[in-house]
């Protein structure tokens, strides 16, 4: 198996405290989304615990997958033979479709072409009968000018950005088009499914040589963060969690670290450790990793 590792700055930081901070700036982007919740932090978590298994997976399964940090962290660096995403948002997915599915060029062009300005973000937005491609080339754009990439409804537009740059200032067109055909050169060892999670975990219970990176919206033990960042929130915890209790592969699970989460898991024999990372603002917060064995987890 070949594995690539880029690293060009340091991967952790150490601030005030013994437990190292991941350092998001030295991950890898590879995903042409800004997503709430992403994940960019968790991918050296991911290296850990995959490299900690007796053989690389033949499957690995992304849940929830939004913008997919994790699996195409995966698929690219090859740390399982095959990559599959699941993600239920249709916006979401029309840009995965397009991507995987043949059209990343046309999508990478448009984006190139595209002279963005609160006028023509207008003109593009508003439009209703749309192929499935002008569908993820208006998902991109409504990603990048919304605040914090958030696609649900209400969302509101970023109104001064970075140097008063306003909507403008989280587009940029090169790196987007760089990265939507970087991920392009991969798509035989990524399947891109548009569905329910529940139903793809029940499908592969028996699968051995698959494991699962399950990340769902954050609306456990009265957490309401994820009703408001994406348009499927309602989830039923105590399900997932029985669901992954029967599964014959492995699986790695992120979540808010609040005392529920913690007695839901502990309720299903699962093992919890609290890490440190830095979201995008360099604010350090812990979240929850899960799973049947967490002695990999380095600190």
Not at 2 to 31: C, K
Not at 63 to 85: P, R, S
């Amino acid at each position: 198996m070949s594995v690539v590792r880029e690293r060009r700055l340091p991967l952790f930081d150490y601030v005030g405290s013994s437990q190292a901070i991941i350092n998001v700036s030295s991950v890898p982007q590879r995903s042409p989304f800004r997503y709430p919740g992403g994940k960019t932090w968790l991918v050296p978590y991911i290296r850990q615990w995959l490299t900690s298994l007796p053989m690389p997976p033949t499957e690995f399964v992304e849940l929830f997958a939004g913008g997919a940090i994790v699996g195409l962290t995966v698929a690219a660096e090859q740390f399982a033979d095959h990559v599959t995403l699941v993600e239920l948002d249709d916006q979401v997915a029309a840009v995965w479709h397009t991507i995987l599915e043949g059209d990343a060029e046309w999508l990478a062009n448009q984006i190139i072409r595209f002279d963005l300005t609160p006028e023509t973000v207008e003109a593009i937005l508003s439009q209703t009968e749309v192929t499935l491609q002008e569908k993820a080339f208006q998902t991109i754009i409504k990603n990048r000018v919304n605040r914090g990439g958030i696609l649900a409804h209400g969302a509101g537009k970023l109104k001064y950005g970075d140097n008063g740059r306003g909507m403008a200032s989280r587009w940029y067109p090169e790196t987007l088009r760089k990265r939507i055909l970087n991920i392009a050169q991969i798509r035989d060892r990524i399947t891109f499914i548009e569905g329910d999670g529940f139903q793809v975990l029940q499908q592969a219970i028996r699968h051995t040589d698959t494991v699962f990176f399950i990340d769902p919206p954050y609306t456990a033990a009265g957490k309401k963060a994820g009703t408001r960042l994406y348009t499927h929130f309602e989830i039923d915890h105590n399900r997932l969690f029985e669901i992954t209790r029967d599964l014959a592969g492995d699986f790695l699970m992120t979540y808010e670290n609040s005392e529920g989460v913690r007695e839901l898991a502990h309720r299903h024999g699962f093992e919890t450790r609290a890490v440190a990372m830095k979201n995008t603002h360099h604010a350090e917060m812990t979240e929850l990793l899960i799973g049947r064995n967490l002695r990999w987890v380095r600190e």
